[in-house]
């Protein structure tokens, strides 16, 4: 007796954690987050901001099918991986792209959107200072008076470090660059295979670079986190890191080897992304395993941003903001309430045929359903603080259909225990033999229901998505509350001399259950009239093939 209440208590115990970790974590999203304590809602039903984005061509450009396609699926991903959820990515007119997001978009999410993210690494032949307009006036002027001329005969670059490449010409155009041509959408995407004439994204550097060496296109992952020192400690500076692969890894390799030991500023390569530089960093190992990070003043926004567009790939197309304006709901509040409606029209349903069905073991049923409702919503709303998830209308109806879902383990379980009071067993040995039986099955049900869910997740988009993944929630908290409290009530009830008597109301009653025999295929001669025949009656259509056969044998000696 002692160690079943040890039993219960441990259950118990941690069904109050689990639920208590939940709340907490809610309580620390709405203290330190700006989280909320009730589920953030989706563009269906709260509205949000539609962006559209226009590709950015040349004359004579036009944009493919194809493009727009990779461009659509590449979007998705990065809006997804900024935790936005239930987002709308389409085309419109075989142009544009139409971004709806639920609720306000913020800089770092614009950023995702239209940004190319395109990634070179070039080796730095030169660098000085931005140019100030009056200094660029006064090279342009000396420039005018002596024209720079190319000598035919000169070198040609033996790699991409050779100063071979810094031409007459080349050196007049790096001598009157003006940072403030990066912005220029007319400015277009330069060649890879020849230098780069460029500026630090904060427009203070002007960079002459060499061929690209390593392409964006290498990057085979990228993730980001704090620095560290050769001992592990953190710097407090975020960094990117990059994982190459196998042709990026040798190409990698290559580069480091021969600008390892070259002079400054020739021992750097300039990681441009987008036209500008991010960072040039000297290369001061060579790398020959395919690992890097880029380090620069990042912000955590910023490092989290980069590392998504770079894991995810660069748009085939750049793409700038046509337009960006609210949008309202597309169902709103009354679908909303239609839901929430439906949803304790179901309750009820499932509540009464419970106690139609169980009698006061229907109670059992009842607690355990409002605990599953308030472990359903206290992780739907921390997601919705922390994770960035978003409840639409097909999410909710994933929640009304995991009520059914729900009940049906506690039908299972309750059932298996009635098998065994059939068998003649008591009460509080039937409540751990049908655990036994029924455990099982729940666990293969509750695992096809996971499945199914988890299939319908990676398969599917949009809100079909908050469907799937609400399923795959109030599976998981289904077998938690089966296991933690479901089951342990059980075994405290069958303690009570209200249900251990077999009270009628008790919905366990022996008698009324058709026990009326002493073990499979023994039966006592059952009672020709009244409720004893009821009984007699119940208990042979529940027999199986075998105990039938038994019977009949024994019936026959007799």
Known sequence: ?????????????????????????????????GGSWTPRLALDLEGGTQVILEPQLQEGEQVTEEQLNQAVEIIRQRVDASGVSEAEITTQGGQNIVVAIPGEVDDATMDRLQS???MEFRPVLTVAAALTPDEIATNQAAQEATP????????????????????????????????AALQDPERGEQPTDEPLITCSEDGTAR????????????????????????????????????????????????????????????????VVLDGAVVIAPASNAVITNGEASITGGFTQAAASSLADQLKFGSLPIGFEVQSEETIAATLGESQLQAGIIAGLIGLLLVIGYSIFQYRALASVTIASLFIAAGLSYLVITWLSSAEGYRLSLAGVTGLIISIGLI??????????????????????????????????????????NLLAAVVLYLVAVGNVRGFAFTIGITAIIDLI???????????????????SSGHPMSGLDPKALGAVYRGRAQFRDPVAAGKGATSSREAQRRQSIAERKASASAEQER
């Open 1 to 33: 007796m002692a160690k079943a209440r040890a039993r219960w208590g441990r259950a118990l115990i941690w069904l109050v954690a689990i639920g208590a970790v939940f709340a907490g974590l809610n309580w620390a999203s709405v203290a330190t987050q």
């Open 116 to 118: 190319s993210a395109r």
């Open 148 to 179: 720079p001329v190319d000598d035919p005969a000169a070198a040609t670059p033996a790699d991409a470090s050779d100063l071979a490449w810094i031409t007459p010409t080349l050196q007049a155009a790096y001598d009157t660059f003006d940072c």
């Open 207 to 270: 960079y002459l670079l060499g061929p690209v060496e390593v392409e964006g296109s290498d990057i085979s992952d990228a993730s980001f986190g704090q620095a560290t020192t050769s001992t592990g400690a953190p710097t407090g500076e975020w960094e990117v890191r990059l994982q190459f692969d196998s042709q990026g890894t040798e190409a990698f390799d290559e580069v480091t080897s021969r600008i390892t030991s070259l002079e400054s500023p020739r021992n750097q390569f300039g």
């Open 407 to 448: 009940a049906d383990s506690f039908i299972v379980y309750f059932e298996r225990v009635r098998d065994e009071l059939r068998d003649g067993r008591a009460l509080t040995s039937a409540v751990e033999a049908g655990w036994r039986r029924a455990w099982r099955t729940i666990l293969a049900s509750k695992a096809l």
């Open 481 to 499: 509350v089966v296991a933690l409290f479901t089951h342990p009530m059980l075994q405290l009830v069958a303690r009570t001399r209200f249900f």
